[in-house]
């Protein structure tokens, strides 16, 4: 048998609860009682708590809460874990590597029957999501290690649309993928607040002499959302927008990452929102734009005004063009 075979047969071994010494283990495996003491020592160091005895009754045993675990992935486990890494694969997931490698083990170590139903559920399981550029493996990967070990990091950062870069300190409290790209929520030493990041914006990444301690209980998810979505105590600074359309049309307005977050009312031919009031005058009519004729704004009046400004302005530039 190869070593990962005889490895694998120890394991099942110990698993039955019995303490075993190296000369038995030798003798059931027919291999040399050295080559025992080789993979006893491998095996402890992938982490494996074996507990070694000595004495007349000694031998090797596992540790109780391991013998107790379960030492395979059912197929429905292998299957969720194998579609879970095409997810993360697609999103520019930093240790793409590592998975890879894991993943391999996961079919490499399973029964011919399971990879095969494997492969059967993976050929029809695809992911498709905007392309992220290769080049921010080492930035995403020294942005979690930093997360995990808190490590303040000096940082060369760009800000959209401008070709100038800031010196920035941070100390990096969380990742978030969000719609095809990666942040960094971070404290921001220069504007003494958090703030979220570009990954794709951080230039020059280099470690600190300094340290630091995440707020205990803090969320990089929900202070990235919070940032997003309007503050519902704030009821003055929202206001309504009713429209009417498709119900086809609106059921997809209502699943946008932003209006799915603000629908006051719905019945199947009318939707209101209540919005930021400084986004329904610049961002919003953009986002409606896109459905054409399949929804009407009725109120408020300005918005109506709006989405024909740009449309009117729209018909104009590809006339003379």
């Not at 894991?102 to 905007?130: M, W």
């Not at 100390?171 to 003494?192: M, Q, T």
């Not at 600190?208 to 997003?228: D, K, M, V, Y």
């Amino acid at each position: 048998m190869s070593k990962a075979d005889n490895m694998l047969s120890i394991l099942w071994l110990l698993k039955t609860g019995k303490r075993m010494t190296a000369k038995q283990l030798a003798e059931i495996l027919e291999i040399n009682i050295r080559t025992v003491y080789r993979y006893i020592d491998s095996l402890c160091a992938s982490g494996v708590p074996i507990i070694s005895d000595a004495g007349h009754n000694g031998g090797y045993s596992l540790l109780q809460q391991f013998n107790e675990a379960p030492l395979f992935f059912d197929l429905n486990e292998q299957k969720a874990l194998i579609h879970a890494a095409a997810f993360a694969q697609e999103a520019g997931y930093p240790f793409g590597a590592d998975l890879h490698r894991a993943i391999s083990k996961l079919k490499r170590y399973t029964n011919e029957e399971q990879r095969d139903a494997i492969d059967r559920h993976s050929i029809g399981f695809e992911v498709i999501q905007p392309p992220v550029d290769p080049s921010l493996e080492s930035t995403l990967q020294e942005l979690e290690l930093s997360v995990a070990n808190g490590y303040t990091l000096s940082i060369e950062y760009q800000k959209a649309y401008q070709t100038t870069r800031q010196m920035r300190h941070i100390d990096p409290y969380g990742l978030v993928y969000w719609k095809g790209n990666w942040y960094i929520v971070a404290y921001c030493h220069l504007r003494s607040t958090i703030r979220s990041f570009r990954a794709d914006r951080v230039h020059e990444i280099q470690r600190t002499e300094g340290s630091f301690q995440r707020p205990p209980e803090f969320s990089a998810r929900h202070f990235f959302l919070s940032n997003l979505l309007p503050e519902a105590d704030k009821q003055g600074n929202t206001i309504l927008i009713k429209i009417k359309g498709r119900p086809q049309s609106l059921a997809d307005l209502c699943r946008h990452w932003y209006l799915g977050h603000t629908v006051m009312e719905r019945s199947e031919a009318q939707v209101i929102f209540q919005v930021d009031e400084q986004m329904a005058h610049s961002i919003l009519p953009h986002y409606l734009l896109p459905y054409g004729k399949s929804i009407q704004v009725e109120e408020p009046a300005y918005v109506k005004e709006r989405l024909a400004a740009i449309a009117a302005d729209l018909f104009l530039f590809y006339q003379s063009t």
